[in-house]
C-alpha cells in the first residue's frame, strides 16, 4: 500500500508548465521539499512514448517517436519524491499513460484545475469540475489499475459554493483519491487575484484523506503564516503546494536558504546535469532572477548590474554560453551530439511497436527500455 504518511505534514513542489521540469524539481528536492509534482503531461502525448535509459545523464526519458523529443524525463533521485501530473478527460487513456510511467514515479495526480482553454477544450482540466461521474470513473479506473504502492491523487480548484466543493471533494476521494490539494480560487480567478485563504478552513474536513492547500506562497513567510492561520483556526490541513514562489526560487523549502548567488548557480548545474533543454533553461532563469511578488531579488548578479546580466543571458543561444554568463564550467566535448537541444533525439532509431489498449499494469506489460550510453571517450 501506498505511504499513508506521505501526504502528512508536506511542502510540496506544484506542477507547472514549462517550469515543473526535472532540474527544478531536483533543486526543490536538495532545499527540502517533501514531494515534487512534474509538469501537466497529456494523456495522448505520453500514450506511444518509449522508454530510454539515458545512461549519458542518468536519465530515464519517455520519448515521442513521433515528436522526437522528450516528453517526460525523470532519474533514480527523485523516483519516490516525484508526482507524475497527468491531464486526461477519459479512464481508458489515463490508465494507459499511467501504466508507461508508474514505474518510475511514485504515483499518478489527475489535473482537475487547469483553467486554460488548451485544457478545457479537451474536457480536462478544470472542465472536470461540472462532470463529476468522468472523475469518478477516471479515479476508480485509475486506483485499480495501478500497483497499490504508487499513490493516486487530484488536484482541483474551488467550485461556487462551498458545499459543492466539499461534495466534489468526497466523490474524488470515494474514487480512490488518496490526497487532494484544493487551489484556493475559483475556475475563473487568474493568478493576479488573491487566494482564498479562509476558505481551506471550510472544506479541509470534507474527507478523510490529506488535504493539501495551493495558492500565494510566494516567499517563506507566507508558508510560515499559512500554517500559523490554519493553526490559529484549527484546519488540520496536512501540506501546502508551491508554484511560483519555487520557481522564483527553489531555496523557498528552506529554513537556511543559500545567497541568491549561489541558488541561481545551482539550478544551472542541475540543468546540465539532466539534458535541459538550453531554451527551456534560460526561461527558467529569467523567472529566477526577475522574481515576482513578495520576492525581491539582487540589484546585480556576479558584480554585473541584473539589468545587464539578463540582457546577456537573453542573449545566449546555447547551453555553453549559458554557462560562461554564469561562471560555470561546460565542456561541450563531454556530452552526446545536440545534448541540451530541443533535437538530441533527431536521430534515434525509435522502435516501431503498437501496442494494444491496456487497463491493467503488471512487470509483463511494463513497457520496454531503449539506451542511449554516452559516446565513445566520453564521461556522464
Same mark, same amino acid.
Given at each position: 500500500?501506498?505511504?499513508?504518511?506521505?501526504?502528512?505534514?508536506?511542502?510540496?513542489?506544484?506542477?507547472?508548465?514549462?517550469?515543473?521540469?526535472?532540474?527544478?524539481?531536483?533543486?526543490?528536492?536538495?532545499?527540502?521539499?517533501?514531494?515534487?509534482?512534474?509538469?501537466?503531461?497529456?494523456?495522448?502525448?505520453?500514450?506511444?512514448?518509449?522508454?530510454?535509459?539515458?545512461?549519458?545523464?542518468?536519465?530515464?526519458?519517455?520519448?515521442?517517436?513521433?515528436?522526437?523529443?522528450?516528453?517526460?524525463?525523470?532519474?533514480?533521485?527523485?523516483?519516490?519524491?516525484?508526482?507524475?501530473?497527468?491531464?486526461? &478527460? %477519459?479512464?481508458?487513456? /489515463? +490508465?494507459?499513460?499511467?501504466? !508507461?510511467?508508474?514505474? @518510475?514515479?511514485?504515483?499518478?495526480?489527475?489535473?482537475?484545475?487547469?483553467?486554460?482553454?488548451?485544457?478545457?477544450?479537451?474536457?480536462?482540466?478544470?472542465?472536470?469540475?461540472?462532470?463529476?461521474?468522468?472523475?469518478?470513473?477516471?479515479?476508480?479506473?485509475?486506483?485499480?489499475?495501478?500497483?497499490?504502492?504508487?499513490?493516486?491523487?487530484?488536484?482541483?480548484?474551488?467550485?461556487?459554493?462551498?458545499?459543492?466543493?466539499?461534495?466534489?471533494?468526497?466523490?474524488?476521494?470515494?474514487?480512490?483519491?488518496?490526497?487532494?490539494?484544493?487551489?484556493?480560487?475559483?475556475?475563473?480567478?487568474?493568478?493576479?487575484?488573491?487566494?482564498?485563504?479562509?476558505?481551506? &478552513? %471550510?472544506?479541509?474536513? /470534507? +474527507?478523510?484523506?490529506?488535504? !493539501?492547500?495551493?495558492? @500565494?506562497?510566494?516567499?517563506?513567510?507566507?508558508?510560515?503564516?499559512?500554517?500559523?492561520?490554519?493553526?490559529?483556526?484549527?484546519?488540520?490541513?496536512?501540506?501546502?503546494?508551491?508554484?511560483?514562489?519555487?520557481?522564483?526560487?527553489?531555496?523557498?523549502?528552506?529554513?537556511?536558504?543559500?545567497?541568491?548567488?549561489?541558488?541561481?548557480?545551482?539550478?544551472?548545474?542541475?540543468?546540465?546535469?539532466?539534458?535541459?533543454?538550453?531554451?527551456?533553461?534560460?526561461?527558467?532563469?529569467?523567472?529566477?532572477?526577475?522574481?515576482?511578488?513578495?520576492?525581491?531579488?539582487?540589484?546585480?548578479?556576479?558584480?554585473?548590474?541584473?539589468?545587464?546580466?539578463?540582457?546577456?543571458?537573453?542573449?545566449?543561444?546555447?547551453?555553453?554560453?549559458?554557462?560562461?554568463?554564469?561562471?560555470?564550467?561546460?565542456?561541450?566535448?563531454?556530452?552526446?551530439?545536440?545534448?541540451?537541444?530541443?533535437?538530441?533525439?533527431?536521430?534515434?532509431?525509435?522502435?516501431?511497436?503498437?501496442?494494444?489498449?491496456?487497463?491493467?499494469?503488471?512487470?509483463?506489460?511494463?513497457?520496454?527500455?531503449?539506451?542511449?550510453?554516452?559516446?565513445?571517450?566520453?564521461?556522464?
Amino acid at each position: 500500500m501506498a505511504d499513508p504518511m506521505k501526504f502528512r505534514n508536506v511542502e510540496v513542489l506544484a506542477p507547472m508548465v514549462r517550469a515543473g521540469t526535472l532540474p527544478l524539481r531536483l533543486e526543490c528536492l536538495r532545499y527540502g521539499a517533501s514531494l515534487v509534482y512534474g509538469e501537466e503531461i497529456i494523456d495522448r502525448k505520453l500514450i506511444g512514448a518509449q522508454r530510454v535509459e539515458n545512461h549519458a545523464f542518468g536519465c530515464i526519458d519517455y520519448v515521442s517517436p513521433r515528436e522526437k523529443v522528450s516528453v517526460f524525463s525523470t532519474c533514480a533521485t527523485e523516483t519516490k519524491k516525484v508526482i507524475f501530473q497527468l491531464g486526461t &478527460a %477519459r479512464a481508458p487513456l /489515463a +490508465v494507459e499513460a499511467a501504466r !508507461l510511467v508508474c514505474q @518510475d514515479v511514485s504515483g499518478i495526480d489527475v489535473n482537475m484545475g487547469c483553467p486554460k482553454s488548451f485544457s478545457v477544450k479537451g474536457g480536462m482540466g478544470a472542465a472536470l469540475l461540472d462532470k463529476p461521474e468522468v472523475v469518478a470513473e477516471i479515479l476508480t479506473s485509475l486506483r485499480r489499475a495501478l500497483p497499490s504502492e504508487k499513490s493516486l491523487t487530484c488536484k482541483i480548484r474551488m467550485l461556487p459554493s462551498t458545499d459543492k466543493t466539499r461534495d466534489f471533494m468526497r466523490i474524488c476521494e470515494k474514487s480512490g483519491a488518496e490526497a487532494i490539494t484544493v487551489h484556493l480560487r475559483l475556475r475563473d480567478e487568474r493568478p493576479a487575484e488573491p487566494a482564498h485563504w479562509d476558505e481551506m &478552513a %471550510r472544506v479541509w474536513d /470534507a +474527507v478523510k484523506v490529506p488535504v !493539501l492547500a495551493n495558492g @500565494d506562497f510566494f516567499n517563506r513567510r507566507q508558508i510560515d503564516e499559512f500554517w500559523k492561520h490554519c493553526s490559529e483556526k484549527e484546519c488540520q490541513v496536512s501540506g501546502v503546494m508551491i508554484a511560483r514562489g519555487a520557481l522564483w526560487n527553489p531555496s523557498i523549502f528552506s529554513r537556511d536558504p543559500p545567497n541568491f548567488d549561489d541558488m541561481v548557480k545551482s539550478y544551472v548545474r542541475s540543468a546540465v546535469a539532466t539534458n535541459s533543454t538550453y531554451q527551456n533553461t534560460k526561461w527558467v532563469l529569467s523567472q529566477m532572477l526577475a522574481g515576482g511578488t513578495g520576492v525581491t531579488v539582487p540589484t546585480s548578479f556576479n558584480g554585473i548590474s541584473m539589468k545587464v546580466f539578463n540582457r546577456e543571458l537573453s542573449a545566449t543561444k546555447s547551453m555553453a554560453q549559458i554557462c560562461t554568463a554564469f561562471g560555470e564550467p561546460h565542456d561541450q566535448s563531454k556530452y552526446p551530439t545536440r545534448a541540451h537541444t530541443t533535437v538530441f533525439y533527431k536521430d534515434f532509431a525509435f522502435e516501431d511497436t503498437k501496442r494494444p489498449l491496456e487497463t491493467e499494469v503488471s512487470e509483463e506489460s511494463a513497457p520496454k527500455s531503449r539506451k542511449i550510453e554516452p559516446e565513445s571517450g566520453e564521461s556522464a
